[in-house]
């Protein structure tokens, strides 16, 4: 269908230049085009052109020029208070976004208590100007597509894990490769040991996110690491939101829960390492590419001080880690 001009909603002029309106006010002001010229630091020639223009664009007259004298025509005198809210509001948004730091910086750290909150504290210490609101939304999965969406600016988890059109999407800097751990009820026979065998799980059913939409780079991870060791995958558990909700369905599965090192103490369980080899889970700094903000800087130096403090980045010989994973924590995009 070929649109009428006539059309409702259809603009009869373009978009007008702010530097058009400026011209004008300016001349509007000093009625004398030498005087406009010098304030705006151009050529009389220029502006002279820069008004042409804009009469052309309105299809209106707006001065009447004498060899003696520059006087406004009655649509000048009506386009100029239009022309200073334009250029008002023009100039309160160039200053609301002058500075990035001025709005709040959304972190996704997954969980409370972890190696992502630990980034977050040094980061406001940095940057103490800045606002850095933590958000705990469970799940790299959910939270890069929130990323992209606009509603979450930075999170942390297993980039590998997502859909490479969503990755290409989005900067990457390597944190940490964290030891994974399981979770025992406090009554599970290997609860008692100070570090569990992958091969001591076999046969056993380990719950990792199966079924949870929001972390399927982790439940993916897990079946990687499975298959290998001959652990059963726990199917999907009710979606528990809070730890103590988290706490009362895996107590009513009993089943051991994978998880990392740091993962928060929960009362009647334990955490016990990993290990023989010891499996890693690859942590990302993920933010969603061409996003310009200090506090973004500052979570970046953030995890580099900390990784250099306590070697975060120096991969265990021997260590489980799948290709895909390893490959992309050599890398920062």
Same mark, same amino acid.
Request: charged share 25%.
């Given at each position: 269908?070929?649109?009428?001009?006539?059309?409702?909603?259809?603009?009869?002029?373009?978009?007008?230049?702010?530097?058009?309106?400026?011209? &004008?006010?300016?001349?509007?002001?000093?009625?004398?085009?030498? +005087?406009?010229?010098?304030?705006? !630091?151009?050529?009389?020639?220029?502006?002279?052109?820069?008004?042409?223009?804009?009469?052309? *664009?309105?299809?209106?007259?707006?001065?009447?020029?004498?060899?003696?004298?520059?006087?406004?025509?009655?649509?000048?005198?009506?386009?100029?208070? !239009?022309?200073?809210?334009?250029?008002?509001?023009?100039?309160?948004?160039?200053?609301?976004?002058?500075?990035?730091?001025? +709005?709040?910086?959304?972190?996704?750290?997954?969980?409370?208590?972890?190696?992502?909150?630990?980034?977050?504290?040094?980061?406001?210490?940095?940057?103490?100007?800045?606002?850095?609101?933590?958000? &705990?939304?469970?799940?790299?999965?959910?939270?890069?597509? *929130?990323?992209?969406?606009?509603?979450?600016?930075?999170? &942390?988890?297993?980039?590998?894990?997502?859909?490479?059109?969503?990755?290409?999407?989005?900067?990457?800097?390597?944190?940490? !490769?964290?030891?994974?751990?399981?979770?025992?009820? /406090?009554?599970?026979?290997?609860?008692?040991?100070?570090?569990?065998?992958? /091969?001591?799980?076999?046969?056993?059913?380990? !719950?990792?996110?199966?079924?949870?939409?929001?972390?399927?780079?982790?439940?993916?991870?897990?079946?990687?690491?499975?298959?290998?060791?001959?652990?059963?995958?726990?199917?999907?558990?009710?979606?528990?939101?809070? =730890?103590?909700?988290?706490?009362?369905?895996?107590? @009513?599965?009993?089943?051991?829960?994978?998880?990392?090192?740091?993962?928060?103490?929960?009362?009647?369980?334990?955490?016990?390492?990993?290990?023989?080899?010891?499996?890693?889970?690859?942590?990302?700094?993920?933010?969603? @590419?061409?996003?310009?903000?200090?506090?973004?800087?500052?979570?970046?130096?953030?995890?580099?001080?900390?990784?250099?403090?306590?070697?975060?980045? =120096?991969?265990?010989?021997?260590?489980?880690?799948?290709?895909?994973?390893?490959?992309?924590?050599?890398?920062?995009?």
């Amino acid at each position: 269908m070929v649109s009428s001009a006539a059309d409702p909603g259809t603009p009869t002029h373009p978009p007008t230049d702010p530097r058009l309106l400026r011209a &004008f006010v300016t001349v509007a002001e000093e009625l004398h085009f030498t +005087r406009a010229a010098a304030r705006l !630091y151009i050529a009389q020639q220029a502006l002279s052109r820069d008004i042409r223009r804009l009469e052309r *664009e309105l299809g209106a007259e707006l001065f009447v020029r004498t060899t003696r004298q520059v006087t406004l025509t009655a649509d000048g005198e009506r386009l100029l208070p !239009y022309a200073r809210r334009v250029l008002e509001a023009h100039a309160d948004l160039a200053a609301a976004f002058a500075d990035p730091a001025a +709005r709040p910086l959304f972190v996704d750290l997954n969980t409370d208590g972890m190696t992502a909150a630990r980034v977050l504290t040094r980061a406001r210490e940095l940057a103490p100007a800045c606002e850095l609101m933590a958000r &705990f939304e469970s799940g790299l999965t959910w939270a890069a597509d *929130e990323i992209l969406a606009g509603r979450l600016d930075v999170s &942390f988890g297993r980039a590998a894990g997502l859909a490479p059109a969503v990755r290409a999407r989005l900067g990457v800097q390597p944190v940490r !490769y964290e030891p994974m751990a399981v979770l025992l009820p /406090d009554d599970h026979p290997l609860a008692a040991h100070e570090v569990v065998a992958l /091969d001591e799980l076999t046969d056993e059913t380990v !719950y990792a996110g199966a079924g949870n939409p929001r972390t399927e780079e982790w439940t993916d991870l897990a079946g990687l690491l499975f298959a290998e060791w001959g652990i059963s995958l726990a199917p999907p558990a009710p979606l528990a939101i809070g =730890v103590a909700e988290f706490q009362r369905v895996m107590a @009513k599965s009993g089943n051991p829960v994978l998880c990392v090192v740091d993962f928060p103490p929960m009362p009647d369980t334990v955490v016990r390492p990993l290990v023989r080899p010891v499996p890693l889970s690859p942590l990302l700094l993920v933010w969603r @590419k061409g996003l310009r903000h200090p506090g973004l800087d500052a979570l970046r130096k953030a995890a580099v001080q900390l990784g250099s403090e306590e070697d975060w980045m =120096v991969r265990p010989g021997g260590s489980w880690l799948p290709e895909i994973d390893a490959s992309l924590m050599l890398k920062t995009t």
